[in-house]
């Protein structure tokens, strides 16, 4: 069955650094998304994105964020400037039309210290 | 405003005995109901769906949800827990339109006494 692969499972990043993380989102998909999960809360929406376009985001999607479908397989999240609020685990997804269901990948572990 | 609701943070059930978890949803449009499940540390996996059609949706792993559009309710059921059950359990509510963002509830943990 076709994934959604996430890398890497797990960064640890220092406050003020940048970091990329990286998601390989099912081919024949059009739709794609990131969410986030802080530890012991509930799992938020943070950027969607079609047509090599930001269709939606958050609130807590601000400048700090950024993403980017470079080659048309790849799906990055980019945090400029990384926070202690930051860490979560951010889950990746996508789907392949406005009926369909999302598959999500497994998910990175960001910590940022 | 849109919202998920799961009333049980934390359900504990013994193995073999029937599992209800709650959801309630507010949600203008038509919604596109799911249920996720989560094991510790790891991703989140489809159960089941809720499109349109029947509202008696089944799903892997024994599984089922009933839509009942009156109670804005989707509530996922299991005959009979078995102790591998153990989880967290996400309902998500999305559009049937757009974009389709998922909005989760906040979650259920499930326990499973042997």
């Known amino acids: 069955e076709p994934e959604v692969t996430q890398t890497p499972s797990h960064q640890v990043t220092q406050m003020g650094q940048e970091v990329i993380l990286r998601c390989v989102p099912i081919?024949?998909?059009?739709?794609f998304y990131w969410y986030r999960q802080i530890l012991g809360q509930k799992v938020e929406f943070l950027v969607s994105?079609?047509?090599?376009?930001?269709?939606?985001k958050s609130e807590i999607f601000d400048d700090q964020f950024s993403v980017e479908r470079p080659d048309g397989s790849n799906f990055t999240l980019k945090i400029r400037s990384t926070k202690l609020e930051d860490s979560a685990m951010y889950f990746c997804a996508s789907k392949i039309g406005t009926g369909g269901a999302y598959t999500f990948g497994s998910g990175t572990r960001l910590t940022v210290v | 405003a849109q919202s998920v609701t799961q009333p049980d943070i934390h359900i504990t059930v013994s193995e073999g005995a029937s599992l209800e978890l709650r959801c309630n949803y507010s949600?203008?449009?038509?919604?596109?109901l799911f249920w996720y499940v989560q094991s510790p540390g790891q991703g989140l996996q489809l159960l089941l769906k809720y499109f349109s059609g029947d509202t008696l949706v089944q799903g892997i792993k024994g599984f089922e949800a009933e839509f009942k559009r009156s109670q804005s309710s989707f509530n996922l059921r299991k005959p009979s827990v078995h102790w591998s059950d153990a989880a967290e359990y996400f309902c998500a509510v999305g559009s049937s339109g757009g974009y389709n963002k998922l909005i989760f509830g906040a979650g259920t943990r499930l326990a499973v006494h042997p």
């Open positions: 949600y203008g449009a038509t919604p596109y």
């Open positions: 081919s024949n998909h059009l739709y």
């Open positions: 994105f079609y047509n090599n376009e930001i269709s939606e």
